[in-house]
């Protein structure tokens, strides 16, 4: 379908057939982003791995980000810190029991990101000093950073690039998933059992259980799929002029992928693909990673997100602390 978005003609594929397209088959023709007019800030853009073309930098970049930032080494080593602040949410919500709690997930981490910006200079400065002087084991993102010869603005442009997005995304998962379970009792009912055998119903919640919980994971495929974080996937760009579908699609021209109407093509999710069911992903074997255009969360291609191993740790992980809550 073509629109006209501020001005920009946008061509919108709202398919299985057609975002294949676009994120397979025309992958590299169609990889560059399409920049909105507010994050077109020339420091920031070049050294970013959402919105940077696909240069040798973005791709050092995002290598980096990929294999170290969010590789196994490093998620493993935080692990205990994701455990334990999930653990203190947990807590929190325990102490304010038969009192109304405003859970507002995503103004938090908005707020946590601002104030952090505000120590991030001070908190630079003072790390890159002490590994001047004793460079030891990386052991969390800045580490990495500072390892790879990264300046302060590259290293701003990171942070911004994936806790600010990831967080958000994160927390709408969460706040989606929650809700569809209340409004699904017997759902609800169905994963607390699983929780029950698997971990202990007094037992504190630890990432590697995580993957013995095959419900809870549908549950989240599941929400994704009715509530993606990002219904339309980042605007990509045509570096050239291409064939797309039996259309030309002319260079410079803005493609957008409908993943929310995607996800809920009666074509593809039958029967009734408004409901929330869970067992749909029991049934198969269909993941976010990049493979399977008819659920494609996190994209595909050159502009997969680079946060998905992250995001596979923490929202099972925060999910299962708040549905084991009585």
Not at 39 to 65: G, Q
Not at 123 to 141: A, P
Not at 213 to 230: E, S, V
Request: aromatic share 8%; glycine share 4%.
């Amino acid at each position: 379908m073509l629109v006209t978005l501020d001005t920009s003609p946008t061509i919108v594929a709202s398919t299985l057939d057609a975002a294949m397209e676009i994120l397979k088959t025309h992958d590299r023709v169609l990889s560059r982003r399409h920049i909105f007019v507010c994050f077109r800030i020339k420091e920031m853009n070049k050294n970013s791995v959402v919105w940077d073309d696909c240069t040798d930098n973005w791709k050092l970049l995002r290598r980096i980000a990929r294999t170290e930032i969010f590789g196994p080494r490093m998620l493993q080593i935080q692990e205990p810190v994701r455990e334990t602040k999930v653990g203190e949410l947990v807590e929190f919500l325990r102490g304010r029991e038969r009192k109304v709690v405003k859970l507002r997930l995503k103004r938090k981490c908005v707020d946590r990101v601002d104030r952090v910006n505000q120590l991030w200079e001070s908190t630079v400065r003072e790390r890159r000093l002490s590994r001047s002087i004793s460079k030891g084991e990386s052991k969390d993102m800045l580490d990495v950073l500072l390892d790879n010869g990264f300046s302060d603005i590259q290293i701003n442009v990171l942070f911004l690039d994936t806790f600010g997005p990831g967080s958000e995304t994160s927390s709408s998962t969460i706040e989606w998933a929650m809700t569809e379970l209340i409004k699904n009792p017997a759902k609800l009912a169905k994963l607390k059992e699983e929780l029950n055998q698997v971990i202990g119903p007094t037992s504190p919640v630890k990432e590697a259980r995580l993957p013995n919980l095959p419900y809870l994971q549908a549950c989240i495929k599941q929400t994704m799929r009715l509530h993606p974080a990002a219904p339309f996937l980042l605007p990509h760009r045509a570096i050239e002029a291409c064939q797309l579908m039996g259309y030309t699609i002319p260079k410079n021209y803005k493609i957008i992928v409908n993943a929310y109407a995607i996800g809920r093509d009666p074509k593809i999710w039958t029967p009734d693909p408004s409901s929330f069911r869970p067992e749909r992903f029991l049934e198969t074997n269909l993941d976010y990673n990049g493979n399977h255009f008819e659920f494609n969360t996190f994209g595909s291609g050159r502009r997969i997100c680079i946060g998905i191993s992250l995001a596979n740790r923490a929202i099972p992980l925060i999910e299962t602390s708040l549905s084991s809550l009585k």
